[in-house]
């Protein structure tokens, strides 16, 4: 059975865009990517920032990770799923799935 992620844009506003997500492990959350579509950070519903993990786009690497791999994993790969698509789209999707086998 595959592993799979989804996100959906939820808020779209002056502090950038909020995605609400799922995964295949029983995970949910939101991030927020910032209106440059250059950083990723957990957030509230509402786009309130959540910690200080963050991931910038051209860096590729988490600052100050989540103590909890499952936590950073899912963060991980919401944040590459969400950059991948804007990337090809040109601007942020609306939903994103991806499964993994």
């Known amino acids: 059975m595959g592993a799979w992620v989804g996100c959906r844009r939820v808020v ?3 502090g950038g ?7 295949g492990d029983g995970g949910s959350g939101h991030v927020l990517v910032d209106p440059e579509g250059e ?3 957990p ?5 309130s920032a959540v910690g200080a993990m963050a991931l910038r786009r ?13 936590a950073r994993r899912a963060f991980l790969l919401v944040a590459s799923v969400i950059f991948q698509e804007w990337r090809r789209r ?3 999707p609306e939903t ?3 499964t993994y086998w």
């Open 12 to 14: 779209w506003g002056e």
């Open 17 to 23: 865009v909020v995605y609400a997500w799922e995964d």
């Open 39 to 41: 950083v990723v950070r």
């Open 43 to 47: 957030c509230t519903a509402r786009g």
């Open 58 to 70: 051209r860096a590729g690497c988490v600052e100050q990770p989540d103590p909890r791999p499952e």
């Open 90 to 92: 040109g601007r942020p």
């Open 96 to 98: 994103v799935t991806r």
